[in-house]
């Protein structure tokens, strides 16, 4: 999407096969992008200044600010993308399948460490294929160091920086504890523990006035804490939650679809269609009938 936005506005350096990199700055003012990635391909934006407004389409709203780094695997969710006011940055723009050697070189050369494309994979997902990094600690170092180097260096340090991002959200179970946005622990703390609630209680009903009772917070306050430490409005996380554990029945149960509506917090067999089908683009029981070994 910004890559090709920037294809004839920016400097662009090839830094390792698969991987280049773009300084750029834009004029303040508002302009929409073109809502186009191409497959296998994402993009990570840090914002040295101004903003970028995402739309999704169940009207959410995504906001790229300063400092902050900018995510895109899948746009396919997004209706609208403009920028705000006067951008700057630094793109860097990645072919997965061109990166894939490089990739496994760097990792080679440190020792062997293990990025777990699929987790990344799945984090994204949850996310809409678009995530706005920061205010965090990692972000914060990162842009620090970022201030400090020569024009010349910026490209290939966001580069590896990106891989860097790579790793710590391909680490196994929650995020590592860098990656994290800058919340008062204890809210961190009780966040994370009515999230595992949630998991645990899919198949009931679970209100935001409910959650938030339990979670001692207002609705309010509850309803940001989890869209800045999960990256999602709770209604949209519970939905993809759900549609993930219904998914995971289909495949490895033997559950009517009713039953596995009711799993997941649906007494309708025909409403909870509706919703899987929307997420998958197929039917409960096409995506069972897939699903099946050959």
Known sequence: MLAEFLSEQG?????????????????????????????LHFEVLFCLAGGITLTRRDGTVLRLGTRQVLLLTDISDLTDAKVETGLKGVLVAVDARGARESLKTICNLLGGLALNTDQVRRWMVSRGGC???GPSHWSQAAFADLDRLPQSERARWCVWKSVELLYLLSAPGELAAEMAPMLDPEMTRT????????????????AISTLSRRACLSATTFKEGFRRLYGLPVHTWLQ???MERAAELLRDSSLSVLGVAQSVGYSSAS????????????????????????
């Open 240 to 242: 993809q939650r759900r």
């Open 271 to 294: 409403q909870f269609s509706a919703a899987f089908r929307r997420q998958y683009g197929m039917s409960p029981t096409v995506y069972r009938k897939m699903s099946e070994p050959a």
């Open 191 to 206: 966040l994370a523990e009515t999230r595992r609630y949630m998991e645990a209680h899919l198949d009931e009903p679970l």
């Open 131 to 133: 995530a706005v990094e």
């Open 11 to 39: 400097e662009w350096t090839q830094v390792m096969p698969g991987a280049r990199a773009c300084l750029f700055s834009l004029s303040e003012r508002t302009f929409p992008l073109p809502l186009r990635l191409e497959p």
